[in-house]
């Protein structure tokens, strides 16, 4: 069952040409498809493989004739034809049914439409394939179909001819130029409507760029098409990568396990990052649509040209575009401090997801060595961790020396199917750097620790930094061996100004004028690191820009903290100080409660806590995007993470009593950063306006803590005359979470208000699910609402999902009744989507974390999960290794 790396051998046929037609049919679709290969002088092995799924073989045909049932064995999904020559034509024609497919991978309908998923390992589900990723061939397509009911036919490349076929069919034949992996196949039939624009590329070549959706949603494509033309020209600017292709699509679809997926020339996606005007869209969604654009985009070399070898390299694509569509955002934004809030965003979401994964029973090295079921792989280690150790390579090298092993990758590997080391190797010869050291980020799971210990001599004014690294047992490894990490460094000087640095054994004199951050490469388990001339004892500001994906320990006082928050040339470290300064406190309240000691506002006001807080609020001179993020306290989910044994009731009851204490104290300035950061006029999402209403809808939810009549005056005021959906989503969730008397009646016009917008439907179940006090009976409740549904997953995310995930406090009560409830729904979608039923099954990752009496109740529930029966390869991989010792 489980699929080990060192057991990759190369494939035993190559395929140079793959045609298809397909005779499109919701209840029966018929596949024809006739592969050229020829065996791989590189294999040892002669057989010849093909991989099926779900497939029904109606014919099959090698080199003019049928093979009979005695040439070939069908076992578990693996045809294997005996005695095959050394160049072969295969005829292959299966039969499908879309409708019935509700896993969405392979071919599928949603509304009506067709539509494919076909990574990873999708293709097999529409024809025998040897559906490896380091298979690639060139692909030709003809599809045919009613001509009313599927009026738009569409597949890879390019549309090279189209016509009737009599009897109310028509047809379509593209062909891709390039040569690619079976995952990247795609087609979509059916009545969609387009928004196009022909681009001019910076080579002066002439593009057109196409965003498919279904009718009465062309007022919502123009931001992805901006997108997309931004990703265009911003790939060209700073990694020298144009367009290969003479069209490229988009396709937005309403049912969709994951976000998109970037199928060569014909990028599909969710809806979700696609659809968006101010009437239906939040600053967040103008967001995530500009970030997955770009990702989905950015495939196109880092994915598409050069792809895997096999699914274990997934992060050397994932990883790697991650990170190019982070860099993306940010450089979009532009200013200084606009690149900061988006790093501490993607960070946020890297502790938030990928620390807890890193610590649990699915923990796995960016490069797993083994996995059951490839989907369950698709995690925030691949993408956002393997997003962060490609961001290392560029903090040792350089921005220049970065570039330069981009080039050498592609110089070397474009057109073929490689590895992480590949890559690596590219960076190390492009720089003439030893990087050997650095594969443990690959093959090592768990998040690094790092402690930090100081002196000051102030004899021969030296300023040492001890650093020792540690990282936790995870569970391919009890041991560890140390990883190559680097450490951005700067100290700052008793006027809070960055002091020069000389580091002793190093040369500084070629650097022209001194610089006021090093990066200091760890490699050993402990090193010091000694800087010279240093005239003052300083305050150490480590870890800048978050260098290195590991939790770094440091001794702050509280006044160090609160010093460094208002001092650092580095935002993140000035966010990292105040979230450092309300984490301790958090912890500290928390174990007051958990000694059934009384909460009162005295606690507030004798920490540093409140200060730093005011500090931020009145300072005007920050950008209100930084100022929101520096005064959200951590999350529940991030606070526990920090606790032996998780208390979620303790937690949640310190976070809504600091919430509250926060909201009193400061009401006035509360007050004032809510109507100083008002955004009259015309709705855009551009950084500014989003940073300000982020800082207003922040000030918002702190002001209806205090839940009085003035309180929900403001709320109510501004659900009525928000002219946008960030502003009017703000106040329903605040309203919802508050006694207000027009909660009720928000909720009810919101939903009637927006009907027939599932996007913003999802977004109402969600807000409800998240809500103080929706508990475990309230969202059974709501799955009997007419407009909710298990098939669809972006509905089962906004109610299920946001419930299990995003509410901690309720969905931990303590008579396990939640767990009951994730159980029912985990059983339930294991019948109707794998994939997105496994990654319910995440939900309980950390169960073992909790007190006894939670313990028990979460362990019984994995049990009856993994006693049903009938359950897939994804639900049960995720089951067996949480309850494994
Ligand atoms: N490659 C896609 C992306 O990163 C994700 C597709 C994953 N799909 C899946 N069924 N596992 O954009
Ligand atoms: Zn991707």
């Known amino acids: 069952l489980t699929i080990y790396r060192k057991d990759y051998t190369p494939p035993t046929y190559r395929v140079d040409t793959v045609e298809m037609g397909f005779d499109l049919d919701p209840d029966l679709t018929r596949v024809a498809t006739r592969l050229t290969m020829r065996r791989n002088p590189d294999s040892r092995n ?84 040897p559906d490896r990723p380091d298979v690639m061939a060139k692909y030709t397509v003809m599809l045919r179909a009613d001509k009313s009911r599927y009026p738009v036919l569409l597949s890879n490349g390019n549309l090279v001819e189209e016509g009737d076929l009599g009897d109310g069919r028509h047809y379509a034949v593209w062909e891709d130029p390039f040569k690619k992996p079976s995952y990247l196949f795609a087609l979509v039939a059916g009545q969609l409507v387009c928004q196009e624009e022909k681009y001019k590329l910076q080579s002066g070549r ?5 965003v498919w959706v279904e009718e009465g949603n062309l007022d919502k494509t123009q931001h992805a098409m901006d997108s997309l033309e931004n990703s265009i020209r911003w790939d060209v600017e700073r990694f020298g990568l144009e367009l290969d292709l003479d069209r490229f699509m988009i396709v937005a679809v309403g049912d969709f396990n994951m976000g998109a997926m970037e199928n060569k020339g014909l990028n599909i996606f969710n809806t979700k990052y696609v659809l968006a005007n101010p009437r239906i869209a939040t600053d967040t969604d103008y967001a995530g649509i500009e970030s997955v654009v770009g990702h989905e985009y950015f495939h196109n070399w880092t994915g598409n040209r050069v792809t895997c070898r096999d699914w274990f390299q997934l992060s050397l694509k994932e990883g790697l575009t991650v990170f190019r569509d982070q860099e993306f955002s940010a450089d979009l934004i532009g200013t200084e401090s606009g ?83 590949d890559f690596r190797a590219a960076m190390a010869d492009a720089n003439d750097r030893d990087l050997s050291q650095f594969e443990l980020w690959y093959s090592q799971a768990g998040t ?11 004899g021969i004014r030296t300023y040492s930094i001890t650093l020792t690294q540690s990282c936790p047992p995870t569970p391919e490894h ?41 990066v200091l490469e760890l490699k050993e388990q402990s090193q010091t690191f000694v800087f010279t001339s240093v005239a003052e004892p300083p305050v150490p500001s480590i870890l800048r820009n978050f260098s290195a994906p590991v939790v770094l320990d440091v001794e702050y006082a509280d006044a160090e903290l609160a010093f ?150 403001l709320a109510q005021n501004q659900y009525d005359n928000a002219n946008n959906m960030t502003d009017r ?65 972006n509905r089962a995310r906004s109610l299920i999902f946001s419930f299990c995930n995003g509410n901690p406090a309720q969905f931990h009560a303590v008579d396990g009744s939640g767990y009951e409830f994730w159980a029912d729904q985990v059983i339930a979608l294991n019948a109707i989507n794998p994939q997105v039923a496994a990654r319910l099954a995440r939900t309980m990752d950390r169960w073992r974390k909790y007190a006894p009496a939670l313990q028990e109740k979460m362990r019984a529930a994995l049990l009856r999960v993994a006693s049903a029966g009938a359950l897939s390869k994804d639900v049960l991989e995720v089951v067996t290794k949480s309850l494994a010792e």
């Open 478 to 518: 009890a041991k560890k061996q140390s990883f190559h990490i680097p450490v951005a460094v700067g100290l700052l000087d008793r006027n809070g100004r960055d002091m020069p640095l000389t580091l002793e054994g190093q040369d500084n004199a070629d650097n022209g004028s001194a610089q006021t951050t090093l």
């Open 564 to 713: 460094l928050m208002a001092n650092d040339s580095d935002a993140f470290n000035r966010w990292e100080a105040g979230q450092r300064l309300a984490m301790r406190r958090m912890l500290a309240l928390s174990a007051a409660v958990q000694g059934d000691h009384a909460l009162s506002n005295a606690q507030l006001d004798e920490g540093a806590l409140g200060n730093a807080f005011r500090a931020t609020l009145r300072d005007t001179t920050l950008d209100p995007a930084f100022c929101e993020l520096a005064l959200t306290l951590p999350s529940e989910t991030v606070v526990a993470e920090q606790m032996d044994v998780i208390d979620p009731h303790a937690i949640h009851a310190v976070r809504v009593f600091l919430r509250r204490a926060l909201a009193s104290t400061l009401k006035v300035d509360w007050l004032v950063a809510y109507q100083s950061n008002r955004t009259p006029g015309t709705y855009s999402p551009d950084p500014v306006s989003t940073g300000k209403r982020g800082l207003k809808n922040l000030a918002l939810s702190y002001v209806l803590e205090i839940d009085d009549a003035d309180a929900h005056r």
């Open 448 to 458: 690094p620790h790092i402690k930090a210990d100081m002196q000051y001599d102030a």
């Open 339 to 421: 690149r900061a809030v988006k790093r501490i965003e993607d960070v946020r979401v890297l502790r938030q997801a990928q620390f807890p994964e890193d610590a649990g029973p699915m923990a796995h090295p960016v490069r797993p060595d083994s996995y059951v079921e490839i989907n369950n792989f698709y995690t925030v280690t691949i993408y956002e961790k393997g997003s962060e150790v490609v961001r290392m390579y560029q903090t040792l090298l350089g921005r220049d020396g970065f570039r330069k092993g981009m080039d050498l990758y592609f110089q070397r590997h474009d057109g073929q199917a490689v590895t992480c080391d």
């Open 206 to 210: 002439e593009v057109l760029l196409q």
């Open 46 to 129: 002669k057989s010849l493989v093909l991989f099926g799924d779900s497939l029904e073989l109606v014919q099959l045909r090698m080199n003019g004739k049928e093979v009979g049932k005695r040439g070939y064995t069908l076992t578990n999904g693996v045809l294997e034809i005996h005695n095959a020559p050394e160049q072969v034509t295969l005829e292959i024609e299966t039969a499908t049914h879309p409708n019935q497919n509700t896993s969405l991978m392979g071919l599928y309908t949603s509304n009506g439409n067709f539509f494919t998923q076909c990574e990873a390992e999708g293709f097999r589900k529409i024809t025998f394939f």
């Open 729 to 793: 989503i703000a106040a329903l969730s605040v309203l919802v979470n508050s006694t207000a008397p027009g909660r009720d009646a928000a909720l009810a016009h919101f939903f009637e208000e927006f009907e027939h917008e599932a996007l913003v439907i999802d977004k109402w179940f969600s807000l409800q699910a998240m809500a103080r006090n929706t508990d475990v009976a309230t969202v059974r409740e709501l799955m009997k609402h007419p407009a909710f549904t298990l098939k669809n997953p």
